[in-house]
């Protein structure tokens, strides 16, 4: 595991949207596997710098995210198409049609779960994976189980998952109570993963994911499986333990 420790999220989002934009211009026809949530904002930003530059050309580069909730198009500013048009995809010269979410308006789990294995296989793998970490140890959606999944799959999600991502919705009456994720199988598979973490609140789930029991209950603590592991974590979310 290679560990860059950021002076905070900024800085974490300098180093990962450095990292994902020198994968693009080693390899300008990638498969970057990107993520939502609060966590990689910076990351995103740092990108679209790094393009209006000009170091950096999109127009190859293909993409596919972890994760999108069930029942909600890309048209609903609280659906992570929505989001990632927002922060990354209308602001660089990425071909919309090669960037791909699950599915969120397939009410059918298992036509929206194969139809995105088959999306992610025909692509040929992934190069990099950037992963946020939930607050219970979960990696795109793969929340605490019995098992690692392997493929995509229709979870439902954790109360605590509802609670800590209410705030992007008026209320946690309005989070919907399921979502497709790519399965965990699929982020092993991945060349690299680059695990972005920020924040105090993130320090104690990080240290038992890194360093405790690889177990189904905590998924990413697979993590530390993984062939190419970065670890891009602020010093609130590192403090003393990498
Ligand atoms: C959501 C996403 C995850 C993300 C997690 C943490 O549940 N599905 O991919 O890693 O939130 O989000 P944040 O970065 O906002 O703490």
């Not at 990962?16 to 693009?24: D, E, R, Y």
């Not at 990425?94 to 009410?107: A, M, Q, R």
């Not at 690692?148 to 109570?177: H, K, W, Y």
Request: one cysteine or more; proline letters at 3%; a negative charge.
């Amino acid at each position: 595991m290679i560990v860059y420790k950021a002076e905070n999220k900024e800085d974490a989002g300098r180093i990962v949207g450095n990292i994902l934009s020198a994968q693009i211009v080693t390899k300008p026809e990638s498969v970057l596997g990107l993520a939502t949530g609060s966590t990689p904002e910076t990351a995103y930003e740092r990108m679209v710098k790094l393009y209006e530059q000009g170091d950096v050309d999109y127009s190859k580069v293909k993409t596919v995210n972890l994760d999108e909730y069930k029942g909600l198009s890309g048209d609903d500013s609280r659906s992570y198409r929505f989001f990632m048009n927002e922060k990354l995809f209308n602001r660089v010269n990425i071909d919309k049609s090669n960037t791909y979410l699950p599915d969120g308006t397939e009410s059918d789990s298992e036509t929206a779960c194969t139809d995105y294995d088959a999306i992610i296989e025909g692509l040929g793998g992934i190069d990099i994976q950037l992963l946020g970490l939930g607050c219970n140890g979960h990696i795109g959606f793969n929340e605490p189980a019995e098992y690692f999944s392997l493929s995509t799959q229709c979870v439902d999600l954790a109360e605590s998952t509802i609670s800590a991502n209410s705030r992007f919705f008026s209320g946690a009456d309005e989070v919907p109570r399921q979502a497709y994720t790519m399965g965990i199988g699929t982020i092993m598979r991945a060349e690299r993963v680059l695990l972005m973490v920020t924040g105090e609140n993130k320090r104690d789930i990080l240290v038992r994911a890194l360093n405790g029991e690889v177990t189904p209950r905590l998924p990413a603590s697979i993590l530390r499986f993984h062939k190419n592991l970065i670890l891009v974590g602020d010093k609130d979310a590192l403090g003393e333990n990498f």
